[in-house]
């Protein structure tokens, strides 16, 4: 099942997989592999973009190499805490990272993702591909994204586009 | 449309067979005899695909006297066209931030320490 629109050339896609437990995110950015390459994986810079912008984000260990380990959680403001962590399998620079995903409200549940950089000339196409350990918990993941949906709204998104454009 | 119910449609579109029968059905109501017509299996299989699409809310039979046409509920799909869209608005959302932060590296390189010291 994807979902895609006519909207500008960096809009992000996604396709749930009916046949497998995946969910694959394909975006494109205005800037070379290199420098998305370290956007991933530079814990300064990860913090200033992952995780949803209605919480607070704090990392406490980012090793992004082969073999490194990483820690980071998302606090609400009432102080509720959301924690994630993995290993990174193979961090291949400019090119490909691999790495281990839990969300430490589901301590069983781990993902495989990996991300692609691909060289557009100057431009990169990022493919996320999430291999989860069920159609259960890939679904469950998907729904969680609308829970985000709602309540960031569609202000926030207006807000972002005037703010990058 | 709750988890469950989103599981059941996902697990229901795994199978090959059944996502063509959905396929066919998209462009109209059909009869399981009409159905099963193209594939090299029994009727009972085919009717045995069908209460699993059926169960999952995305085929309904119709009680049109003695055919009872297979019936595709289209605003299943909607709803799940509308769940995954916000998922992909919430990843939207992620990207426009490294959007911002990989135009500002532009702007100072040197921003960041190097991956092989990161966090360490």
């Given at each position: 099942?994807?979902?895609?629109?006519?909207?500008?050339?960096?809009?992000?896609?996604?396709?749930?997989?009916?046949?497998?437990?995946?969910?694959?995110?394909?975006?494109?950015?205005?800037?070379?592999?290199?420098?998305?390459?370290?956007?991933?994986?530079?814990?300064?810079?990860?913090?200033?973009?992952?995780?949803?912008?209605?919480?607070?984000?704090?990392?406490?260990?980012?090793?992004?190499?082969?073999?490194?380990?990483?820690?980071?959680?998302?606090?609400?403001?009432?102080?509720?805490?959301?924690?994630?962590?993995?290993?990174?399998?193979?961090?291949?620079?400019?090119?490909r990272i691999v790495?281990?995903?839990?969300?430490?409200?589901?301590?069983?549940?781990?993902?495989l993702e990996t991300a692609t950089?691909?060289?557009?000339?100057?431009?990169?196409?990022?493919?996320i591909q999430?291999l989860?350990?069920?159609?259960?918990?890939?679904?469950?993941?998907?729904?969680?994204?609308?829970?985000?949906?709602?309540?960031?709204?569609?202000?926030?998104?207006?807000?972002?586009?005037?703010?990058?454009? | 449309?709750?988890?469950?119910?989103?599981?059941?449609?996902?697990?229901?579109?795994?199978?090959?067979?059944?996502?063509?029968?959905?396929?066919?059905?998209?462009?109209?109501?059909?009869?399981?005899?009409?159905?099963?017509?193209?594939?090299?299996?029994?009727?009972?299989?085919?009717?045995?695909?069908?209460?699993?699409?059926?169960?999952?809310?995305?085929?309904?039979?119709?009680?049109?006297?003695?055919?009872?046409?297979?019936?595709?509920?289209?605003?299943?799909?909607?709803?799940?066209?509308?769940?995954?869209?916000?998922?992909?608005?919430?990843?939207?959302?992620?990207?426009?931030?490294?959007?911002?932060?990989?135009?500002?590296?532009?702007?100072?390189?040197?921003?960041?320490?190097?991956?092989?010291?990161?966090?360490?």
């Amino acid at each position: 099942m994807r979902s895609t629109t006519t909207e500008p050339r960096n809009e992000t896609q996604i396709a749930a997989d009916p046949a497998l437990p995946t969910i694959v995110i394909t975006r494109e950015f205005d800037a070379p592999p290199e420098r998305v390459f370290r956007a991933f994986t530079e814990p300064d810079l990860v913090i200033q973009w992952l995780g949803p912008r209605r919480l607070t984000m704090r990392i406490e260990e980012y090793d992004a190499r082969n073999g490194g380990s990483y820690r980071y959680v998302h606090i609400e403001d009432d102080g509720t805490e959301y924690g994630f962590h993995g290993v990174f399998h193979e961090v291949r620079p400019t090119e490909r990272i691999v790495q281990t995903f839990t969300f430490e409200g589901v301590p069983d549940g781990v993902s495989l993702e990996t991300a692609t950089f691909e060289d557009l000339g100057g431009r990169t196409r990022v493919t996320i591909q999430s291999l989860v350990d069920s159609f259960e918990a890939r679904d469950a993941i998907v729904a969680s994204g609308m829970g985000d949906g709602v309540r960031e709204g569609y202000e926030r998104l207006d807000d972002l586009l005037s703010e990058n454009k | 449309m709750n988890d469950d119910r989103l599981s059941r449609v996902f697990s229901a579109l795994a199978d090959p067979t059944r996502r063509d029968i959905v396929a066919r059905l998209a462009a109209g109501d059909a009869t399981v005899n009409t159905l099963a017509e193209p594939y090299d299996v029994t009727l009972q299989a085919v009717s045995k695909h069908l209460k699993v699409l059926e169960g999952a809310g995305l085929v309904r039979r119709t009680r049109d006297a003695q055919r009872r046409p297979c019936h595709l509920e289209a605003d299943v799909f909607d709803l799940m066209t509308k769940w995954i869209e916000r998922y992909r608005r919430a990843a939207e959302d992620r990207f426009r931030r490294l959007d911002a932060v990989l135009d500002q590296m532009d702007d100072s390189p040197a921003a960041g320490s190097r991956t092989e010291g990161a966090a360490s």
